[in-house]
Every structure is written in structure tokens, then in C-alpha cells.
């Protein structure tokens, strides 16, 4: 029987998966139950005040109409000032695509540059939308392994042997971010500058997913845009989302030097999103220029967290947690737990501990196989509720 689906949307990948374990927690919280969520990368304060005044302020005065398609010029301005001081590059308004959330971003980018049949290289396991879109197009995900015992930096010799093997060779794309999702590890300078290296000797495009850039704790953020010769072979991806929770108002942009990838995102953000809200950038160009104690005092808050997640988890018998540096997630090596609790998947315990402990977490598997083993617990909560959920999870181990 012939279907009307097409063979994107038929091969495109679930994408997060955090979005239907958040949607069970709340059916079990409806059932009556507590249910603590630590699946969703969702930061739990509220976008600072001034950003939401001055978006609130920009719907008074009238900014509700549509927008440029690259987006406000004095707000391209503004990002590009901001990118330049932080990646230490020049970078022009010009080359500033604004975007409804930096997913879109990764969507335009992606659409852009990969190309049916090849191979685009990423980490394993990372942000489940790459793969997602990369297969919707028909291609190949070449992983690049992130090792627990490495830190989940990159494992420089074996990602210099990939190049040896058909996947790698073929490749023309490279996709990562750093700080990690799902890890909260990084990609250190040294990193960075062996990606940039043979980015240019295969003529490889880098899409540089950054949103956590400003998500570290003790180390500073290092951009492959930094590494001389770089930039322009660079997508780099930002947004808004985490760093002045403005998760559900979707603004962030996309930083392109290439004047062909440029203009071919733009056109695809004209044929989607048309614009992105006026007043929304307006809350953008407040958050940037504005004062920063909000993002200061968030990060101050997920570092205490941070502290009290990693140091809670390790003391339950058959969990290891590395303590990351970056974004707001653990990634714990669960695998004795899981034999413990006669589990061979971390799914089966990603499962149960939300079923019966009513702690809702991710399974490794969710961010590609090597995460096999491990769960994603955001900290993007409260101590309180940490807490909480770090009990009743010892008290399931114990059962």
C-alpha cells in the first residue's frame, strides 16, 4: 500500500527523548504520586526581570509585526559584539542568522550542509537531535566514542583513526557541543584545535553547538571559532535557553563566515519560521547588554547542586558519577545497580525508577549506544528535591 509520508519525516528520529518521560512523570503525578523530574534540561528559575520587561515593553510599543529574515539588525549587532569579546574573533552582523531557539539552528544548519548517502561525524552519546535530523536526510551518524574513563573528552588518537576508516573518510560534517549534553564533560583546547586541524586538511564543516557556553564551573569556555583558521569553516550555535532560562520563548542564533552556508540557511529560515518575534528580540538584546547577576547567581545555584547530586549518587553502592564541569547534567555509570536489580539495559532502569521510585531520569541509550550503562539526572532542581530523589533511589538499590 502506498503511503503519503514522506522519507524524512518517516526516517526522522524521535529527537528528546526527555519530552515523553516528561510526559509520562505527568500522568503518574496525576495518578496522585510525587514524581521528582530530573529528565528535562530545563533551567527552573525564572528569566530574569529585565528581559522580561523589556520583552513586555516591546509588545506595549507596538513590536508585534513581522521581522527581517536574518533578524533585527541593531540585535545582530549586539550578538555579534557579544561573540567577538567571548570567541575573541571578528564577527559581523551579516553573519548572524537569528533563530526560533537554537534547535532550529542545528535544523537549518544541518539541512544545509549534509547530504543524502554521506556521513556526518558526532559524539556518542550527545544531544539526540543531530542523529535525528542527519537520519531524516539519509544519512550516517560516524561515531566518535566519549569515554567515561577519559572525562568524555575527546580520545584524540582514536578520533585520528576514524579518518583510516570508510565512515570517516567520507565524512564532510562534524557536529559536537561542548559543554556536553548529556555528559556535562568539555572539549578541551587541545581538542579543539586537533578537530580544527583535520576539519581543514579533509575540508570538513564544524557545526560547534555552544548553548552551555556560559553553564562551567572552575574552567573557562573554549570555542573551536578561537583556534586561528577556524571560523570560517564554523557553524557555531547559540541561544538563550539556558543561560537566561528562556527555554519556552525559542530565541537563538547561528554564527556563519561562510557566505554560501549563510545565505542557504537563510533561505531555509525564510520558507520556516519567516521571522523570529520582534519583542523576543528585544528580551534578547536586554539579556546581553543588560546586567547579568541572574546568570551569575543561576550558575552559582547549579554548582551547589552540582555538589550535592555528585556526592549524593556516589555514595549509592553500584553508581560511579564523574563530577562534570560544565551544563547542568550528571551522567552516572549505573551498571551495577543494574545488575543488582537484574537489569541488562539502562532503559529497564530508567523505567523502574520512575515507575516505583517516582524519580524520573534518562537512560544513556537515549543520547546514542555508548551510553549504555549510564543515566542522565539534570540538576535542574531544587537541593530539596536532589535530595530527595538521591534517597529514593538508594532505598530502590536496597530493595
Known amino acids: 500500500m502506498d503511503t503519503h509520508i514522506s522519507e524524512f519525516s518517516r526516517d526522522l528520529g524521535v529527537g528528546e527523548r526527555a519530552f515523553l518521560v516528561k510526559a509520562r512523570a ?51 549587532e549586539v550578538i555579534a559584539a557579544y561573540v567577538g569579546r567571548t570567541r575573541k574573533i571578528d564577527v559581523s552582523p551579516d553573519e548572524i542568522l ?37 537520519q531524516g536526510i539519509g544519512a550516517l551518524a560516524a561515531k ?20 583510516n576508516t570508510k ?48 553553564l562551567l564551573y572552575g ?65 534578547g538584546i536586554e539579556a546581553l547588554t543588560g546586567p547579568q547577576d541572574a546568570v551569575d547567581e543561576m550558575r552559582s545555584e547549579f554548582e551547589k547542586r552540582k555538589r550535592v547530586i555528585v556526592a549524593g549518587l556516589n555514595t549509592i553502592p553500584g553508581i560511579h558519577c564523574n563530577d562534570p564541569v560544565g ?6 555509570n549505573v551498571q551495577g545497580l543494574m545488575e543488582k536489580k537484574g537489569f541488562e539495559k539502562a532503559d529497564q532502569l530508567a523505567d523502574a525508577l520512575l515507575e516505583t521510585a517516582y524519580v524520573a531520569g534518562l537512560s544513556g541509550t537515549a543520547f546514542g549506544s555508548y551510553g549504555e550503562g549510564h543515566m542522565r539526572f539534570s540538576y535542574a532542581n531544587s537541593i530539596e528535591n536532589i535530595e530527595k530523589a538521591v534517597e529514593r533511589i538508594r532505598k530502590f538499590g536496597a530493595m
Not at 175 to 197: H, M, R, W, Y
Not at 327 to 332: E, G, L, R, S, T
Open 327 to 332: 551544563a547542568f547534567y550528571v551522567f552516572p
Open 144 to 163: 566518535i566514542p566519549l569515554k567515561e574513563e577519559n572525562n568524555f573528552r575527546l580520545d584524540i588518537p582514536e578520533f585520528r583513526s576514524m579518518f
Open 98 to 134: 537569528v533563530t526560533g531557539g537554537a534547535k532550529s539552528a542545528i535544523f537549518y544548519s544541518l539541512l544545509t550542509v549534509v547530504k543524502p548517502g554521506g556521513f556526518v561525524m558526532m559524539p556518542d552519546p550527545t544531544y539526540p537531535v543531530y542523529k535525528s535530523v542527519v
Open 26 to 76: 505527568n500522568e503518574i503525578r496525576a495518578q496522585g504520586h510525587d514524581v521528582i523530574e530530573l529528565e528535562i534540561g530545563e533551567p527552573d528559575f525564572t528569566t530574569p526581570r529585565n528581559v522580561r520587561e523589556a520583552i513586555k515593553s516591546a509588545i506595549d510599543a507596538g513590536m508585534t509585526h513581522y521581522e527581517i529574515v536574518p533578524g533585527n539588525k541593531r540585535f545582530r
Open 219 to 283: 574552567v573557562e569556555h573554549e570555542s573551536i571559532m578561537s583556534i586561528p583558521g577556524a571560523a570560517e569553516r564554523t557553524v557555531m550555535i547559540d541561544g538563550f535557553s539556558k543561560t537566561y532560562a528562556m527555554t519556552g520563548l525559542r530565541l537563538g542564533y547561528a554564527v556563519v563566515k561562510d557566505k554560501e552556508i549563510y545565505n542557504a540557511m537563510k533561505k531555509i529560515a525564510g520558507n520556516d519560521q519567516s521571522c523570529v518575534s520582534a519583542c523576543l528580540q528585544q528580551g
Open 167 to 214: 565512515s570517516g573518510f567520507l565524512s564532510s560534517v562534524l557536529i559536537f557541543c561542548s559543554p556536553q549534553n548529556p555528559t556535562g564533560g568539555i572539549f578541551a583546547k587541545a581538542d579543539l584545535e586537533v578537530i580544527a586541524e583535520e576539519a581543514k586538511e579533509r575540508e570538513i564543516i564544524v557545526i560547534a553547538d555552544e548553548i552551555y557556553s556560559r
